[in-house]
């Protein structure tokens, strides 16, 4: 079994203050973890994503996520908040391979920026 | 590049209908998701599709069922459409080979049941 907790399903946020949003996650087998953003009547578009190679993970437009394995948790940090990214953020853990992929997501995180 | 595409993008419908939602995957992606999305929830899964087979299903009921095509593109059929249907369908390709890589999703189609 696997599952994604966020903590907080709405941050705040001053314009240039850090960001950080919340991911634990349980999983029985050595997780994949990602980030995705979803910006208003849109899909949901990668951020980054962790697949054990390096634990600290670059993703787009300035976002970072490290992967604690005794922490079991995959928090997403911006050092710099832009008024651009307020959205909501969800977390997912995911397992399987050749055609079977089973990905769980949170219930996300909506941020608000405030100028 | 064509990334995902999903048809329509919103509909209405009144109970007890049926609905067919379609999606093409991402060039190259042999692998179709389908998840439903309530306003303020995350995704949930619904089914995946694999080599024109359900290869795994999520918590919905039986109203809810799909399709592959030989070109990879999916169909997503809800019958008896119920008030709570009401959601943003989205559809997700992968590709299957490629193993946990990250799934790329349409815009979804937007459904309301009235």
């Known amino acids: 079994a696997q599952s994604v907790t966020q903590l907080g399903s709405h941050v705040s946020v001053s314009e240039g203050a850090l960001v950080l949003l919340r991911c634990n996650y349980s999983s029985s087998v050595p997780p994949y973890l990602f980030w995705y953003v979803q910006y208003p009547n849109q899909g949901l578009q990668l951020l980054l994503k962790y697949t054990s190679a390096a634990t600290l993970v670059k993703g787009i437009n300035g976002f970072e996520a490290e992967f604690k394995k005794s922490e079991t948790s995959f928090h997403l940090t911006k050092p710099s908040a832009h008024m651009s990214d307020a959205a909501e953020y969800f977390c997912a853990v995911s397992r399987g391979s050749g055609g079977y992929q089973k990905v769980t997501f949170g219930i996300g995180t909506k941020l608000q920026v405030i100028p | 590049d064509a990334g995902v595409t999903q048809s329509p993008t919103h509909l209405i419908k009144t109970r007890g209908q049926q609905v067919t939602l379609r999606c093409s995957p991402k060039s190259g992606h042999d692998t179709v998701s389908w998840y439903q999305q309530a306003l303020g929830q995350g995704p949930q899964f619904i089914f995946q599709y694999y080599e024109e087979e359900e290869r795994q299903r999520g918590n919905f009921p039986d109203r809810f069922s799909g399709h592959q095509f030989p070109n990879y593109s999916s169909e997503l059929n809800v019958n008896a459409l119920l008030l709570g249907d009401s959601a943003l369908y989205l559809c997700?390709?992968?590709?299957?080979?490629?193993?946990?890589?990250?799934?790329?999703f349409g815009d979804g189609t937007r459904l309301s049941i009235l």
């Open positions: 997700a390709s992968s590709l299957a080979l490629a193993g946990n890589q990250p799934q790329h």
